[in-house]
Each structure stands twice: as C-alpha cells, then as structure tokens.
C-alpha cells in the first residue's frame, strides 16, 4: 500500500492522500470504503523521529503499525477505556477520534518510535509503534452525497510534523485520489519477497521477531545484505507467492473450523471477519490462519473494529455465498433484504468486491455501493431490498448493484454505531 500510493502521490510525513470525491473503483486496495471520507498516509520514524499529529474533531481513525497491529499507549492511562474483555482497560490502541481517547473533540497524538529513548513531553496523547513505519487511516462521514466539502475540510485540517519542528515542518499535501488510479494491492508473486527484503532492510529489528527473519534469512533476505536469489530460486519463489495468495483467498472464503464464532448466524452465511479479537489471540494461541485470511482481503485493524458493544465502532458482516452455499457468480440475480429499522446507528452500506483483487468491483456504476445515504427506496413495511445482478431489476434501479458475468464477487455490510438488535 506505501508503495503503491507513493509511486502516484509522494512520499512523506506531510503528504496525506484524501480521496476528496470517495473512493471508487479505480482505486486498487483491499475492501475499501466507498461510503466515508478515506484518507490514508504513512510515518517513517526512523527517518523522520517521533511525529506529533494534530488530529480535528470529529474524525474516526486508526493508528497501525506495519504488522497491522494497533499502536497502543506505552504506559498506563489513568481514564479507563471503554474497551471490554480481552482488552486493557488501561491502555488505548491504535483508535483514534469517536471510538479513541480523545472522544473525537480532537487531540495532538505523540507516536515515538520502537527504540525511541527520550523524554516524552506533556499534553501529548502518546503511541508507542512497534515498527518504525506507521499506517495513518483516517475516515470521515458525510451525510449527503451531493456535499462532500466538510468531511473532506475536516480530513485536510490534519496536521503532520516532527516533534519540536512544527515551525520548519513541510507544509501539507493533500492529493486527491479520487481522480487517480492508485494501485496500492500487494504482490501476488514472487516479487512479494523482494518488498520483504526492502521491508526486513528498513525495520526495527524487534526479538520477537527472530524467528520470522530466520525463516527469511534461509532464502536469503537478511538486513542489511542485497537479496540476489538465482534463476532457480526465483522459480520457487515465483510459485510460493502465487500458492501463498490462492492460500489466502482459501481461507477467507472457508474460515477454519477450529475459529468460533465465524458465522454471524448459524442459519445463514454471513462471515464475521473479527470472530475474536484484532490481535486474533485464542485462549493460549494465536489464530493465525483466521488472521491470514483476514489480511488477504482486508488491512488495518483496531478494537473498535472489533468489539461487540452496541453504539462503538463498525460491524462488518461479509458475505460470500447465497443462502443455499453456493459462491456469488456476477451473471445471477440476488437479493439482500434487511429488516426494518437497520440497527446502524451512524449508517449503513452495502458494498460489493471482486474476489480475485477485493477491490471495489469495476461495474461500470459511480461506486459499488448503496448507502443511508443514497436514500435508496424503502418497502411499505419499512425493509429494505438491496438487488445484484447484471441486469437492473424493474422498478428497483435505486437498490442495485450491478454485477458482471464471468465473474464472482462478494458483499460486505458495514453497520457504523451497529445497535444492539444486531447483537440479538
């Protein structure tokens, strides 16, 4: 995703891509959101030191590290988090703005470095990064489509610079990317190891992660020296990435039988990507197929994005096969009908992906998504019927989404401030 968005955008601490007009197909990334404000930037602390980021109110957003996990305070914090069980109640991670500790009335966020050893100065909230590069994820809503101005005036009041520079910082950029064509998905190839070894040459090297760079270090990706593999070598690797990717893609699509709580309903089909937590620990282990198969189709992860608690964070139930099993092919017809009273308290969104990239799904509509607000027709009873297929349904052309035959798709429900009847 950084190099992907840097080869179009630049690169940097002030350059903060906004996706001014949403985000719609033609930009390449996992399972995006065409129904907020994206705007999505990278911190290299190793380069750069600790960052101070002026974040305005309103906003809902996300700090991660490059492992994608949730930056978190590095010392106990004396307001208790809202945060349930298995979390910390003392120690925020990675939220930022709504379902973060400033409540989104707006805060300066601290993020130091791994091996960062000075003093951290007053009137900061402070995140502490486990890899020197950090993910900045911010998100605003809107409530008109035909007025985008201030959720994206409230995205571009963001501020970025070094702590102790803000007077000779670089000025701000934010290019739009709404009108770009950003290719931002990861290598499913061999040449995903060499983005490895520009990637094991740039980090901090953390002890937990020996193991990891010894693997790689067997194949020759190893800090500080070139990575060279011969012909032969890039053969297998060349096929390792390509298995490793169908690999993904199979597990996302099957989750694993020994993750609880995948399916949202035990009668229907409905996936819950988060069936555990954002660091997908299980009772004395780690999930790692469910989080393999999470990152195959997704990026980012925080607690708000993973609780179970009326009115906190997003639901994201995704959905890959029909109410008989069978995968979603782009040359049938479907139907998704909610209830009345969708239990979303900010809004709700029904966007459809292509299965190969989980991108956007390139039908040929202004984006692949129906909205709150879209204000798409509503029946007598007060449900809601959302169609796919190919061919726009008679006296329906408002709830659909188009499809496109010979290929599959999947469809994700976001449920923003989800209310307890979804829990029920």
Excluded at 28 to 50: E, R
Excluded at 224 to 252: C, M, S, V, W
């Amino acid at each position: 995703m950084k190099e992907g968005s840097e080869r179009l955008f630049g690169k940097g601490y002030n350059v903060l891509p906004v996706w001014k007009e949403r985000l719609n197909a033609n930009t390449l990334v996992t399972t995006p959101n065409s129904d907020v404000i994206y705007a999505m930037g990278y911190l290299d602390l190793k380069q750069d030191g600790p960052m101070v980021l002026d974040v305005p109110p309103g906003l809902q957003g996300i700090l991660d590290d490059f492992f994608q996990r949730p930056i978190c305070n590095p010392t106990p914090v004396a307001e208790k988090t809202w945060y349930p069980e298995p979390y910390a109640k003392d120690v925020w991670c990675g939220d930022v703005g709504l379902p973060g500790p400033d409540k989104g009335k707006g805060a300066k966020y601290l993020v130091i470095p791994p091996d960062y050893q000075g003093e951290i100065p007053k009137g900061y909230i402070v995140y502490k990064s486990r890899t020197y590069n950090v993910f900045v994820f911010w998100r605003a809503f809107f409530k008109d489509p035909a007025n985008l101005g201030d959720p994206v005036d409230l995205v571009t009041r963001t501020r970025i610079y070094p702590l102790g520079k803000e007077a000779s910082a670089k000025p701000m950029q934010f290019p739009d990317g709404s009108k770009a064509t950003p290719n931002m998905l990861y290598p499913t190839d061999g040449s995903a190891f060499d983005m490895l070894s520009r990637f094991i040459d740039s980090e901090y090297v953390d002890p937990v992660d020996a193991d990891m760079r010894g693997m790689l270090a067997s194949i020759g990706i190893i800090k500080g020296q070139p990575f060279n593999p011969d012909a032969h070598t890039r053969e297998i690797l060349d096929k390792a990435g390509k298995t490793a990717y169908r690999i993904g893609r199979a597990i996302a699509y099957d989750p694993p039988p020994i993750v609880p709580n995948t399916r949202w309903y035990s009668d229907r089909q409905w996936v819950n990507p988060f069936p555990v937590n954002t660091e997908f620990t299980g009772p004395s282990f780690k999930y790692l197929d469910l989080r393999t198969g999470f990152f195959a189709l997704a990026y980012s992860a925080s607690p708000a994005m993973a609780v179970n608690m009326a009115g906190m964070g997003a639901k994201y139930p995704v959905a890959f096969r029909d109410a008989d099993g069978d995968p979603l092919s782009g040359g049938k017809s479907y139907r998704l009908h909610l209830p009345k009273d969708i239990p979303a308290g900010i809004f709700w969104s029904v966007t459809v992906y292509r299965p190969e990239t989980a991108a956007g799904l390139a039908n040929g509509q202004p984006f692949p998504s129906i909205n709150t607000m879209d204000r798409p027709d509503v029946n007598p009873d007060g449900s809601t019927d959302i169609y796919f297929g190919p061919t726009e349904p008679a006296g329906h052309g408002k709830n659909w989404l188009k499809t496109v035959p010979g290929s599959g798709f999947f469809v994700i429900l976001r449920l923003y401030g989800p209310k307890q009847p979804f829990f029920d």
